[in-house]
């Protein structure tokens, strides 16, 4: 009689590493079946964007790979979710479906169902945490009720006890009999017909897996330079990992481990401080997938409800401008066209051009949350939420909104000789550092040596700072009036 299989069904979790549904299935005993189901409608209004699709396809191709390395395989299926799991039961009588959980509302609705639809037909159907450092649900003020300030929530994650050790990957899977039929990769058709990827693809290693290089290099060389050069877009002084962890290449109790080990080693480690302020960008993470989880509405309305009436503007060829990086602040067009070309940005840049398409512009923030989604590799509901909900001053723990990013200040602080700007705004790269975040400022000798026509090869301002600035504050002025 034909063995029941075990069925693993990957979402976020495109690993081996460190991946407990897979340890369970292997545990079983049984023949074990890795799928990917790519059903993008069942993910609602926030379905994949056009650069997660592209490195989604890569991060399927290298988890087949991985498989194949021991003795496995990865099923692919397109369409509804829970006809395709059915399907693959009976084509496998399999009698177990094991899966690591996500915290998307839509996604948790679509979960909920299929469990209770599988658990009907008497499947032995499990969830595991495999995507972060402490569940949503495990982290309560004194009160029972979740937090919505950074600072109190980091300190309760850090009395909580450690994240589990990370479980390594199985060295063998027990194949099935026969394999169910799959897909082919390319037919999900997640690679986008027209090349715009180009610089995706140059901009990171997307056929061999680097994730646990990735964490050796910067434990072994960024950490210890983390704390003064996570601020400066202008060095590499960032980990760069967040697509690694929003696919799930990356487990993040591998990373705080091989963090935290690594303040062990005084002689050699990085300085113990250095580690913490990298721990805590960690748990920012989980503060994000704690709102989430919370606060599902906050993913389109404000956290703060005094913001649900803010009279936003409405200016399309603005949003353009701001999206192509043409709103002739160099800074703001440099981060614009490094995520346009890479898929990422510096997060100290995200936040420059998150408050100048907010503030500068008075431009709706769920507008900025939908560009980050479609062209950010590591566009994550969680993280993007409330990074854009800190940024508008409606969300938890929120920068105030009066508390207004100059563009010019920031980029003089942050990249204090323009490279950064250089680098992405290439037309401005002959301009003297003194002038190359206010290029409109340069005497006309100066802009003509630097081969520099404004409003022809560069961009006139959008907007005059000072004047947007003022008119931002009037108009929060005006909401607070509407709002008591
Ligand atoms: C407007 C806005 C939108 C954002 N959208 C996203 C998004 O869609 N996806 C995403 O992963 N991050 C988002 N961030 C957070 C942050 O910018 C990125 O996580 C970070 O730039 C990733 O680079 P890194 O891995 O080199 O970060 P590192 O500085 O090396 O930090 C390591 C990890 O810590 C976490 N982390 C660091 N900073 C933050 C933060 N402010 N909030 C939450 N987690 C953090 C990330 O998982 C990151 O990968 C956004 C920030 C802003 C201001």
Request: charged share 30%; hydrophobic share 40%.
């Amino acid at each position: 009689m034909k063995q029941p299989a075990a069925i693993v069904w990957f979402r976020q979790d495109l690993r081996l590493d460190d991946n407990p549904a897979l340890e369970a299935a292997v545990k079983s005993g049984k023949p074990v079946v890795p799928v990917f189901i790519w059903d993008p409608d069942s993910e609602g209004d926030w379905s994949p964007g056009a650069a997660s699709r592209s490195w989604l396809h890569f991060a399927l191709k290298k988890l087949d790979k991985s498989l194949r390395a021991v003795g496995s395989r990865l099923v692919l299926h397109e369409g509804p979710t829970l006809e395709c799991l059915e399907k693959l039961i009976d084509d496998t009588s399999a009698d177990s479906v094991f899966w690591n959980r996500r915290y998307e509302p839509a996604v948790i609705a679509r979960d909920t169902k299929i469990k209770t639809e599988l658990s009907k037909r008497g499947l032995h159907v499990e969830s595991f945490n495999a995507m972060l450092l402490f569940e949503p649900w495990t982290v309560k003020t004194k009160t029972a009720t979740p937090y919505k300030v950074f600072t109190p929530f980091y300190r309760a994650c850090l009395s909580q006890p450690e994240p589990d050790d990370p479980i390594s990957a199985p060295q063998k899977l027990k194949s099935p009999g026969k394999w169910p039929t799959s897909a082919k990769l390319e037919s999900l058709k997640l690679l986008p017909r027209i090349h715009w990827d180009t610089g995706i693809r140059e901009a990171w290693r997307l056929d061999e897996p680097e994730e646990s290089s990735l964490i050796d290099r910067f434990v072994q060389q960024g950490l210890a330079g983390y704390p003064e050069a996570r601020d400066r877009p202008d060095v590499d002084g960032t980990s760069r990992v967040s697509p690694y962890l929003h696919s799930g290449e990356l487990s993040p109790r591998r990373l705080w481990h091989a963090v935290r080990a690594a303040t062990r080693r005084p002689k050699t480690g990085p300085p113990p401080k250095a580690a913490e302020g990298y721990l805590r960008e960690l748990i920012w993470r989980e503060f994000a997938y704690h709102l989430l989880f919370h606060f599902p509405k906050t993913v389109s309305e404000p956290l703060n409800a005094g913001f649900a009436k803010f009279a936003w503007r409405k200016d399309a060829g603005g949003l353009k401008a701001w999206q192509k990086g043409q709103t002739g602040y160099p800074i703001v067009d440099a981060g614009m066209r490094q995520l346009w070309t890479t898929g990422w940005m510096h997060n100290r840049v995200r936040m420059i051009v998150g408050s100048f398409l907010v503030k500068d512009l008075l431009l709706p923030w769920p507008e900025g949350a939908k560009w980050f989604w479609d062209t950010l590799v590591d566009a994550d509901l969680a993280n993007n939420t409330l990074g854009w909900q800190w940024v508008a001053g409606c969300g938890a723990d929120a920068a105030p909104f009066f508390r207004i990013f100059n563009p010019i200040r920031q980029g003089e602080k942050f990249d204090p000789e323009g490279n950064y700007v250089r680098e992405w705004v290439p037309e401005l790269s002959k301009l003297p550092d003194r002038w190359i975040q206010k290029p409109w400022e340069a005497p006309e000798s100066i802009l003509k040596d630097a081969g520099i026509d404004l409003g022809r090869t560069y961009p006139q301002r959008l907007v005059d700072h000072d004047e947007a600035r003022a008119r931002a504050l009037e108009e929060f002025k005006k909401s607070r009036e509407t709002a008591e």
